[in-house]
């Protein structure tokens, strides 16, 4: 039952997502364009790199 239940909200929620888009697209030269998401892929890489070798320095530590 819990699975049936799951699998029709999964699909109403994109039923809901795709009638929330829509409406005219900002113009680039009014200054209303796209957000840049290069700083933020690029901290969360370093991030998972260090976490990575983190965990990798604690595991030789131990054994």
Do not use: R
């Not at 009014?30 to 690029?42: Q, T, Y």
């Amino acid at each position: 039952m819990k699975k049936i239940l799951l699998i029709c909200f999964c699909c109403l929620a994109t039923f809901v997502s795709f009638a929330q888009t829509g409406g005219p697209t900002p113009d680039p030269n009014e200054g209303g364009g796209g957000v840049p998401i290069d700083g933020g892929i690029g901290f969360l890489a370093a991030a998972g790199v260090a976490y990575g070798a983190k965990k990798l320095w604690e595991k030789k530590k131990t054994e």
